[in-house]
């Protein structure tokens, strides 16, 4: 059982070796609620808040560690929470990941980071209130609303002229049908008459005419097209069988 | 690129086994991925989730042995959605596992820069009694996948018996597809005859059922209760009889020379079912034949007699022998056909694994040779059994095949369900 204290000690190693330094609270100034342990690095501040074994059956204290995490994530750069490898598995990845908030597992191998925290910018603090709206603006923002709407009308007469014109591209959409279809019958077509030159070219087929030839011809293995295929592919009838698919068989 | 170059890249396999889902695409080779085929539906009542919102509602794959929690949950929460080889049509939890599980292999292999990429040819596999609504089912999943990653240029559907038929470069055969829950036993001329297809309500669990029972017998009923162990003795002591009256002759009149003793690996048990070890015959012959006298008995305390049952709009018989649903299957079939598919007889799937020790020979059998005897006993003689090769992957090499082949201007056809279903304008 990894206690808080052993959390903490396991996140300062893991932090020491990133080249983090530890600050303290006075450093960090945060009047309204401060992070469990908090470092400064090169790319800025980062805060761990610590969550304890006691998250498995305390509902009350697994909320508060959440709240207090949300609550400070605008207030450093990166913003993790640490979790014993017990309690990880029921820690939801998916929503820390949409709240910026990233995940130390601790074990007895040390510290993983299961999930990284991205980078945020610090807040500058939300105290100013919203800017006054003039008359001047708000007039402004009318004309512009007018000259959209004008606009808008203009759209409008162009789409309806140029409906003629796309019911004529939809009737040529049939004809890139039958081209795609002529397409798909050659590629049949060339696959056929490989296996037609390959089987032509075996030496057997010229020698041994009288032998009983099987009712389909496979494809040959030394078919060009079917090398680097699997082993499954060679001398395989379906091939020849399944290409006509459509053309002229029916299912029983 | 051609549709034949774009193929050789994008080909995708899918087979919904009852117990491990297999997908990958052509460039796998050989050999698929595999992952079992099973979902875990946490519990969200735990107080993590309420806290920090809903979880994935299933899980999938390696991650489900984080969740997995006490045994008397698994039956629960564990949904393994084609252990009947059939989905009931409003079974929404089964639904989501295949649809979950669909998106994970698809999204696996995604690839990473080809702006070529259109998304995949993808040839599904399902049991040859899969009734319409899953293909629709099926389709729809493909279609909501597709919108969401743009993953599917097109699917089509193929029953497993097409798909190990052309896996093993036959195309006349009758392929019969044994797994945990049921059997399959469907005739092919270059394509599936779907109107001569038999189902039996019968497949590997069957076995597991009655060597349960000889453990009980036998004075092991805390292990009989125990799926696993059952599993491994049959596996290690269940042998198929090439006729079970002389085999329990045989085996009770030298009882050393039979006596079946399993030790369990990593524990301590070990399981011998001493003077009972004859009845060893019977977990092989009740998975081929359980119409045998000998099996009155179990019926008669108790053990459930395979019984003929309707799943969706397909009626699974129970108690009809491998021999008798050949012939029957066959016989659906026009007269002409019929030597041609006796011709060449595939056994495919796990419920066929039956090992002979070279000293039972003559005594044990192996699955061909006890399809050919039951197929004699029907008056068919010349018969060619054969075990699928790699039965765990022919489904998918089938899939591949089919998909590779099969041109893309061939649109589905409900009317003959072959075809590729395409989703986009």
Redesign the interface.
């Known amino acids: 059982m990894i206690v808080m204290e052993g959390l903490r000690k396991a996140v300062e190693e893991w932090s020491a070796s990133r080249g983090l330094r530890p600050l303290s609270q006075e450093e960090l100034g945060l009047p309204d609620g401060s992070p469990d342990m908090a470092f400064s690095g090169p790319k800025g501040i980062t805060f761990v808040l610590l969550l304890g074994e006691k998250?498995l059956g305390d509902?009350r204290y697994?909320?508060e560690v959440?709240m207090r995490a949300s609550s400070l994530r605008d207030k450093c750069n990166f913003l993790y929470l640490a979790a014993p490898k017990l309690v990880a598995?029921?820690?939801?990845t998916?929503?820390?990941k949409k709240h910026g908030i990233g995940l130390l597992v601790v074990g007895d191998e040390g510290v993983v980071e299961a999930l990284a925290s991205p980078y945020r910018p610090i807040s500058a603090g939300r105290q100013e209130k919203a800017p006054q709206v003039s008359l001047e603006a708000l007039n402004e923002v009318l004309s512009r609303l007018s000259a959209l709407e004008e606009r808008l009308s203009a759209l409008e007469r162009e789409v309806l002229s140029v409906r003629p014109a796309l019911s004529e591209l939809s009737a040529l959409r049939g004809l890139g049908e039958q081209v795609?279809?002529l397409?798909?019958?050659l590629?049949?077509l060339?696959?056929r008459v490989d296996a037609l030159s390959a089987s032509l070219a075996r030496p057997t087929a010229l020698t041994a005419p009288t032998a009983p030839s099987p009712?389909?011809t496979?494809p040959s293995a030394g078919q060009p097209?079917l090398e680097?295929?699997?082993?499954?592919?060679k001398?395989?009838?379906?091939?020849e069988?399944?290409?006509r698919?459509?053309q002229d068989?029916?299912?029983? | 690129m051609?549709?034949?170059e774009y193929k050789?890249k994008y080909t995708f396999g899918e087979d919904y086994g009852t117990s491990f889902y297999k997908f990958g695409p052509?460039t796998c080779?050989?050999r698929p991925e595999v992952i079992e085929n099973r979902g875990y539906f946490p519990d969200e009542s735990?107080?993590?989730?309420?806290?920090?919102?809903r979880?994935?509602e299933v899980v999938i794959g390696d991650e489900i042995a984080?969740?997995l929690g006490a045994k008397e949950e698994l039956a629960e929460r564990l949904v393994y959605p084609m252990r009947n080889g059939v989905i009931e049509r409003d079974d929404e939890r089964a639904w989501r596992v295949v649809e979950e599980i669909t998106r994970y292999g698809l999204e696996r292999f995604r690839p990473k820069t080809d702006p070529s990429f259109q998304g995949f040819y993808v040839c599904a596999s399902l049991s040859a009694v899969a009734p319409r609504y899953m293909y629709e089912r099926l389709f729809d999943i493909h279609r909501r996948i597709d919108e969401e990653t743009g993953l599917v240029k097109a699917v089509t559907i193929i029953p497993q018996p097409l798909a190990v038929?052309?896996?093993h470069?036959t195309?006349t055969c009758v392929v019969i597809e044994s797994g945990h829950g049921n059997t399959q036993v469907c005739p092919v001329?270059?394509?599936?005859?779907?109107?001569a297809i038999v189902a039996l309500n019968r497949g590997g669990g069957d076995a597991n059922a009655i060597t349960s029972q000889i453990l009980y017998d036998a004075g092991y009923g805390d292990l009989a209760r125990e799926e696993t162990i059952v599993r491994m003795v049959k596996e290690a002591v269940g042998l198929v009889p090439r006729d079970l009256d002389e085999a329990v002759r045989a085996a009770k009149a030298e009882p050393e020379r039979f006596r079946a003793v399993v030790k369990i690996p990593g524990t301590r048990i070990t399981i011998d079912l001493g003077e009972e070890s004859w009845a060893r015959f019977l977990i092989g012959e009740y998975v081929f034949n359980p119409k045998h006298e000998l099996f009155q008995s179990y019926f008669s305390r108790g053990m459930p007699k395979p019984k003929d049952v309707k799943i969706g709009d397909v009626l699974f018989r129970g108690m009809l022998d491998f021999g008798e649903a050949i012939v029957e299957a066959v016989e659906r079939?026009?007269v002409e056909l019929q030597p041609h598919l006796y011709h060449k007889v595939l056994l495919s799937g796990g419920n066929f694994q039956w090992k002979v020790p070279p000293e039972f020979e003559g005594v044990a059998v192996d699955s061909a040779t006890k399809i050919k005897l039951l197929l004699r006993e029907k008056g068919v003689e010349g018969v060619s059994v054969e075990m699928a090769k790699e039965p765990k992957f022919s489904v998918w090499?089938g899939c591949?095949?089919?998909g590779?082949?099969?041109?893309?201007?061939?649109?589905w056809s409900w009317e003959?369900?072959?075809?590729w279903m395409k989703f986009r304008p």
């Open positions: 998250a509902r697994f909320m959440v598995p029921f820690v939801d998916e929503v820390l795609r279809a397409s798909a019958r590629d049949a060339t696959r009712p389909t496979p097209e680097g295929l699997p082993s499954f592919f001398d395989n009838p379906w091939l069988i399944l290409a698919r459509g068989e029916v299912p029983a | 051609s549709e034949t050789r052509i080779g050989e735990m107080i993590m989730f309420q806290l920090m919102g979880p994935r984080q969740f038929a052309i896996a470069k195309p001329s270059r394509y599936p005859v779907r109107r079939c026009p090499r591949i095949i089919y590779y082949a099969v041109p893309d201007r061939f649109e003959h369900m072959e075809g």
